[in-house]
Every structure is written in C-alpha cells, then in structure tokens.
C-alpha cells in the first residue's frame, strides 16, 4: 500500500505534480511511463487528456493498474454520456443505443460516427477504447460493463421524465452518481488497494454519490431554472409553491428557503455513510480522491443553508476555504474534524421557525456522534511538515482539477435541455467523487 509520504522517493513525479499544479506548462501531467503502455492506451490516456484534462492528473495519481482501469471506466462513459447529450440524436436512435451500450464494448468495430458533440472523437474511435477494455483483467471489465449497463438503462428512463417524488430523485441521483461510486468501489477492490468489503457494500457507495449529486442539484437551482431544468423532487417543493420556478420570486423567498433547507437536511442523511465509507479505506491515494469531493460538499451545503441568495444566484465557497480542505482530507480523523466543523455551523442558522427544524438537528446530532466518538475535538493539523508539504501539491492539484471540471461540465449543461442533462459522471467541482 503507497502513502503519500512514499512520494519523496519519486522527486520528478512531485515536481511534475507541482508545475501542474500551480500553472506550469499545461501539458506537464504525472508522469506515465510510455514504454510500457501499448500505442492504443497511450491514445486512451490522450483522450482523458482532451476531454478533461485536469481529471486526467486525477487518475494518474492512482496507484499501480487500477488508474488503467479507472482511465477507461472513465472514458466509457464518457462515450455514454456523449450519446446522451447528443440533441441531434433522435430519440428512436438514442434509446435502443443507450440501452445497447455496453455491449458495443465486445464489438471491436463498434463506432458512431455522426456525433455533433465536442468529445465525439471517444465515439469515433470507441474500437480503440473498446479494445483497452477487453485488455483489462475481467474483474475489471465486469464492473465497468454491468455499471455501464446499468446507466445507459437509467439514461433512457429520466430522458423524458421529471424528478417527482422523493424516492425517484434518490434513484435518479444513483443512475447518475450513484452507480459511480458503487463501479469505482468495485474497482478499487479489485485493484486489491482496498479490501472486498469496499466493493461490496453498495450502499454506502451509493450514498457516496448521492450525498454529491444532491448537494450539486441544490447549489445550482438558480443555474438549472435559467438553462430550463429541473432536479428538485416535485413531493418537496410542491409543498411549498404552485411551480418549482415560483421559489425564485422576491415574494416567495422565506418558503424557498424552507424548501431548500428540507432538501439539504435530506442530502445531511447520507453522510453518517460517507464516514463509515471512509474510515475503511486504506490506500492513500483512493482516500485522497474519494474524500477531498466528500468535504467540499459538506462546506458547499453549510454555505447554502438558510441562504437566499442560493435563488440569486450560484453559492460558491473561498478557493482559499477549498484549498484548505483539501489540504485537511488526508485522514479519517480530519475529514470527521471537517465534518462536525461544518454541521456545527448549519446547527447554528437552523430557525426556530424552520419546518424541517426538528429533523436538521436531528440528523446533525447523529452526525455529531459519529464524528467525535470520544466527545472530543480531532486536531486538523496533526501531519509531519513532510507530509503536510505533499498534502499541499495534491490541494493544489485537485483545485485546479475541481476548477477545469466546473467550467467543463457548465459549458455541457448549457447545451443540452433534456431533463437527465446532468450525466457529470464524474461529478462537477465543490461535489466530484
């Protein structure tokens, strides 16, 4: 198992990582060895490169062959997704096409070659994607073709189709985040980096997406109404207002809040499993990846809480306040220090008045407990300089990954205007799994 302290012994590789990260050359990545990948997954890593560059330093950083596996598991379903945004695409093509995916991975010649979308070249080359596929070992290519399988059957079910309930935004949210957590889970357990129990336990994977996904389809409401979308589960905020649009009207405001503040007290539920989900985790960097997102979501809810201006506009938090936790998300102890920090801070706005007042505390209390088993404050700032210095070059990494990804996945979402736009797989920034 690597830490990151093990990093010392590779000083290219944390120089490299730092000119990355701090606004170097652009095509300075963590370094692959060349020689030893074939020709056609040195073109893979070159199209996570193009269609995310900055993910792309993500997934290098992974350890030993899961970043392979993670690379493609990345790219086919960002082939996936491509299919689903595609407006040109009819509905007669896209459905069946949607719910074929996964087998056009066993179809060496598969392609589709009338795609109008930016990353069309993941779909005009898919053999090359496709065969990197069948290269990996199976217990790899079973978990990226059933996960596949799984959200191409999800994508065609919302393509049409409203959030109304509470229970359908929970199964919306796992097609499209969800399953994400549950095949990267898989992955990792199959990488052998983690143990089986990590892979097995769905459910605390799913709640590892949703608790994202949410708190994304919460921030954004002032974003999705101008691009035409809606998220919000109608069972809530009908109970509020006549049309999900009327919570962004002056008069409307207090119930707005109140609405949100149900909404972001039903995504607190999930975290009492992004802690048990985490603390199982053992190498350094998949803890690194699944926890920095986990944090910038929690900060991301404390700061929409009881706001109004989440109807004026996007609530962002400090890219310094960013940096910092991602600097803190290196261990359990910290990441639940972050955690009682930040619903300490939503205890201390909930209103009186508040309809959801009860079950807010609720549910903080549960957290609470969890995260100060001993009733006592976790330091935050406990690391040797050493490791805190590495700590800060992966900050400094994911910030500009988290930022890439935020401009990445508004430019997709303002093109398309199906219901299910919001296919960001890999989840958009303050929220990425």
Not at 103 to 123: A, G, I, N, T
Not at 145 to 171: P, T, Y
Not at 296 to 316: D, S
């Amino acid at each position: 198992m690597e830490r990151v302290g093990s990093w010392l012994g590779r000083p290219r590789e944390l120089y490299n990582l730092l000119r990355f990260k701090l606004g170097g050359s652009a095509a300075v990545m963590p370094p692959l060895d060349q020689d030893a990948l074939s020709d056609s997954l040195q073109t893979c890593y070159r199209y996570l490169s193009q269609t995310s560059r900055s993910f792309a330093a993500v997934i290098r950083a992974l350890d030993g062959e899961l970043r392979h596996a993670v690379c493609i598991f990345y790219l086919v379903l960002r082939a996936l997704d491509t299919v689903e945004d595609d407006m040109t695409i009819s509905l007669e093509t896209k459905v069946p096409m949607l719910h074929d995916f996964h087998s056009y991975l066993y179809q060496p010649d598969w392609r589709y070659l009338e795609s109008k979308e930016k990353d069309k070249q993941v779909l005009e080359d898919f053999p090359t994607i496709s065969l990197e596929f069948r290269n990996l070992a199976k217990v790899y290519r079973d978990v990226i073709a059933d996960i596949c399988h799984k959200m191409g059957a999800g994508m065609a079910e919302f393509l049409e189709k409203k959030v109304e309930s509470q229970q359908e935004w929970d199964k919306y949210c796992h097609y499209v985040a969800g399953l994400v957590g549950i095949g990267l889970s898989r992955l990792f357990s199959a990488s052998e980096l983690e143990d089986p129990i990590v892979g097995q336990d769905t459910e605390l994977a799913n709640s590892m997406g949703l608790f994202l996904q949410k708190t994304n389809i919460i921030r954004d409401y002032a974003e999705d109404q101008l691009e035409g979308r809606e998220f919000w589960p109608r069972e809530v905020w009908s109970r509020y207002v006549k049309k999900l649009s009327d919570l962004a009207k002056p008069e409307n405001i207090d119930v707005a809040v109140q609405c949100m503040n149900e909404l972001i007290t039903n995504a607190l539920h999930h975290v009492p499993d992004v802690l048990t989900y985490l603390s199982r985790l053992k190498n350094q960097s998949v803890f690194n990846f699944c926890a920095i997102p986990q944090v910038m979501a929690i900060a991301t809810l404390a700061a929409c809480y009881n706001n109004k201006q989440v109807f004026r506009g996007v609530v962002k938090i400090r890219k310094g306040q960013a940096v910092t936790l991602m600097m803190d998300a290196t261990n359990i102890q910290a990441v639940k220090a972050v955690m009682y920090q930040y619903v300490e801070e939503i205890y201390q706005k909930v209103p009186s008045t508040d309809p959801s007042s009860n079950k807010t505390q609720q549910i903080i209390v549960s957290i609470r407990a969890m995260s100060l088993p001993n009733g006592t404050m976790v330091s935050r700032n406990h690391c040797s300089p050493i490791y805190l210095s590495c700590a800060m070059i992966l900050a400094a990494l994911s910030w500009q990954y988290l930022s890439a990804m935020s401009k990445a996945s508004e430019d997709q979402c303002s093109r398309s205007s199906q219901p299910a736009s919001r296919e960001c797989h890999f989840l958009r920034p303050s929220q990425e799994f």
